[in-house]
């Protein structure tokens, strides 16, 4: 269980979360929409601790996680699967994978882990020996999302993961999000592509310009009014 | 010219070369961690050699000894260097940290002359690596022989720790992606020490045996090779490591043979460094084995 408690955060000058809460329940998935600027990858990015947040209070499991390095963060399970990908181009596919499971020390297991992934993704198999720059976008993200499975994460939080990418892709994206989630994973949902990310999780929260204006299950969101208008563009 | 003279200017050229190598390679996997210059590694090249004279004069440890000794204590004092002079600058403009960069240097040239003395002193070289030996028609001093096979071991030693193990993995990971990798756990400080304290181990490693060719040592002798070795890491194509061997090889090479072939020009064998430089990146701005930066977002 992830609570967020009245989690600020400032740029400079700007004031990007201004007292968010929210909870991200075991076994879930929650997804947090919101229009360019809100302050969606500040959040996720303030969980994993790569930004410091001014004020508020993360807890993970009970335990107040927010002023501990990345590192720290992510060996307790929490990983982020960042916006824009971000794989290694330099590293091989493998490799990649294998950075993954940077914190892990037991090679079956990530050996198993990782012929899981390519049973997830058969087009990451084929490219095994392949530098990352040289992959599709969609493949690339394929890597993003493989790679954070390699920790073994207990809450996997992405980032836009179908920005750029072909209807068909997205549709994969979103459903191995689904197999994932059933397999035990909790999920932490970044989307512009709200609607998809609605129908997906079980409860969601919208963002606007730092603040949380509405919350809900995933169906009574994508029903609406203010939500279908500003985020499924829908009705004038 | 004779074969058996051809033979021996290969000789000094490797054994140039190798040590023009060591020294880049340390330019260039911290520059390729790091994105900086790293204006003392000279400096650090410098005291290895002190540390090691001191050892065999001070200490009358054997030479061997004195060697491993001074290069583990220069691999500490490379990493204790960043801890104070960079990591602080880490998430500062770039310029800060090249001032810091700078500043390191002078320090470090300054407390030599402070704490070495700014007279030269006279290298002790071991017996056996002086000692004159012929193969067929070639004659050399072991030095020669045995610098570029202690670089070529240590060369494979490298390619097989950044190419082959987990380590290694991060280091790469880390060149192109800082906040990636911490991501994926990595701990990006201790990644960057071991960067340091390997470039520092090269480094000394190249200085000692640098005082047993040239057995003289004074504090500004890391000013010049630093300089050159610098070159020779643009030349290649800084941030890589093939790059860097390559860079220092042809300095190294060209250095020689223009001494070899065309004495009247010898006064001017340091200039040679920046004419290639020049020329190289005229022909391909990113150095011979660069690839192109694509600038983060
Ligand atoms: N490193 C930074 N320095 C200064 N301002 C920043 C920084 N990162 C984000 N901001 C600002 O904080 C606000 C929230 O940014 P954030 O990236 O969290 O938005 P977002 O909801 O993820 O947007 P998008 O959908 O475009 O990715 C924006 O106004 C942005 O300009
Ligand atoms: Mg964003």
Known sequence: ?236 | MTLSLLLQHIVNALSLGSLYALIAIGYTMVYGILRLINFAHGDVFMLGAYVAFYGITLVSLPWWAALLIAIVLTAMFGIGLERVAYKPLRDSPRISIMISAIGASFLLESLGVLIFGGRPKGVPVPEVLSRVIRIGPVSTVVISLIIPLFTFGLLAVLVYIVNRTKTGMAMRAVSTDIEASRLMAVDVNRIVSFTFGIGSLLAAFGGIMWSFKYPQLNPLMGVMPGLKCFIAAVIGGIGSIGGAVLGGFLLGGIEIMIVAFLPTLSGYRDAFAFVLLIVVLLVKPTGLLGKRQTEKV
């Not at chain 1, 968010?20 to 500040?42: E, R």
Request: no cysteine.
């Open chain 1, 1 to 236: 269980m992830l609570e967020i408690k009245k989690l600020s955060v400032h740029y400079g000058g700007i004031h990007a979360l201004q007292g968010i809460s929210l909870s991200v329940p075991d076994g879930s998935i929650v997804t947090l929409i919101g229009a360019n600027g809100a302050g969606k990858s500040t959040t996720l990015r303030s969980i994993v601790g790569l930004v410091k947040p001014s004020g508020g209070e993360i807890v993970w499991n009970g335990k107040t996680i927010s002023g501990q390095g990345t590192k720290e963060i992510v060996e307790q399970g929490i990983v982020l699967v960042p916006e824009g990908r971000r794989i290694f181009p330099n590293l091989t596919v493998e490799e990649n994978l294998f950075l993954g499971a940077y914190a892990r020390n037991d090679k079956p297991g990530i050996k198993s882990d990782m012929d899981r992934v390519y049973e997830l993704f058969p087009r990451l198999k084929e490219r095994r020996l392949q530098k990352g720059g040289t992959l599709s976008g969609g493949e690339q993200q394929m890597l993003a999302v493989g790679r954070a499975l390699m920790s073994r994460p207990k809450l996997l939080m992405m980032d836009e993961p179908s920005l750029g990418l072909a209807p068909l892709v997205v549709k994969m994206i979103f459903e191995i999000i689904r197999q994932i989630n059933a397999q035990g994973t909790t999920v932490l949902l970044i989307e512009q592509n709200a609607k998809a990310a609605l129908e997906v999780a079980h409860y969601g929260y919208v963002l606007e310009t730092g603040r949380i204006t509405l919350e809900g299950k995933g169906r009574d969101l994508l029903n609406d009014d203010r939500v279908r208008k500003a985020y499924l563009g829908e009705g004038q």
